[in-house]
């Protein structure tokens, strides 16, 4: 009977930890961690105590097996009824997937990161390296000082950088350093909307590359950076559109700070005023936080 109260009491603890399980993107099943949503709230700049109030709603709705994509838009739903500026940066990872539908939207916008820090650049550059001629996606400049950039664009966030992403950009490096129009290249970055695996990663730190992702560098990810320049893309205004956004990015307007010069052609696109105004309101709290 002893031994049946200790099996009992054993299980009782175990049980609550394994109780929910999620259904990642990939596909994989993994343990719902509670510890991961709440950091995952609290980066939105969210204050603490709503930032539990939001877990424990979660925590108490969700099933014994839910996809992370049931999470996160009940998480959102909740977010946007605490301010909308928290729900901007938790959704920032869904707001770079939807750079698309090619990828040379996305490199549009990554370059924008290179101007923030005081860069000139040139997207879609044909060099010549040692051997052969190389499409370059991002060329940032400064006197003397170059760097290259690769980006890898995904629709799904399951989709992953492996090692042969990192050995594929480190070989286009050295061709290119050592050829006629490498003279100032200083700087190799492979720049993606999703993350890096931890051999790409551990290659990028050993060899020099540099690399931006949802989970690089390990010290300030590209969401960070995002958030720390206000480089906000337009798909993260929930109040646009999908076909203006389309439009937009047509016209190589990726980011929310550059629609606040574009009164005039948003009018002509069909917008009325009531709703510009609503979208340059949500646009400058985001831009003065």
């Known amino acids: 009977m002893k031994k049946s109260q200790q099996h009992q009491k054993l299980r009782q603890k175990v049980i609550p930890k394994l109780r929910h399980q999620i259904i990642k993107s ?10 991961k949503l709440r950091r995952s709230l609290q980066r939105t700049g969210l204050k603490p105590k709503a930032c539990k109030e939001i877990t424990n709603e979660i925590v108490g709705k969700i099933k014994n097996v839910s996809s ?9 739903k909740l977010l946007k009824k605490q301010s909308t500026v928290a729900a901007t940066h938790y959704s920032l990872k869904k707001s770079l997937l939807e750079l698309g539908p090619t990828g040379y939207e996305f490199e549009i916008f990554a370059s924008k990161y290179f ?30 000082y170059q760097v290259y950039s690769e980006c890898k664009f995904h629709n799904n966030s399951g989709r992953k950088n492996d090692i042969k992403v990192v050995l594929y950009v480190k070989a286009r490096w050295d061709d290119l350093k050592n050829g006629p129009d490498g003279k100032y290249l200083r700087e190799y970055y492979v720049i993606s909307n999703t993350t890096f695996t931890k051999d790409a ?11 931006l992702g ?6 300030e990810s590209f969401l960070e950076k995002i958030k720390k320049y206000k480089l906000y893309p337009i798909t993260s205004l929930m109040k646009l559109k999908k076909f203006y956004i389309r ?14 010069d574009e009164k005039k052609l948003l009018l002509n696109m ?19 936080l």
């Open 214 to 219: 949802v989970n690089a560098p390990a010290d």
């Open 247 to 260: 439009e937009l990015l047509k016209s190589k307007i990726v980011l929310c700070s550059q629609l606040l």
């Open 115 to 144: 101007e923030a820090i005081g860069f000139s650049t040139y997207v879609g550059i044909v060099l010549q390296g040692q051997y052969v001629r190389h499409e370059v996606d991002i060329v940032a400049s400064k006197p003397n």
């Open 26 to 35: 990939t596909g994989e099943l993994e343990p719902f961690s509670e510890v």
């Open 201 to 211: 990663i551990e290659y990028a730190e050993g060899s020099g590359l540099k690399l």
């Open 270 to 288: 069909g917008m009325t005023i009531k709703d510009v105004e609503s979208i340059f309101a949500d646009i400058n709290k985001l831009l003065i």
């Open 68 to 76: 992370t994509k049931d999470i996160y838009q009940h998480t959102f």
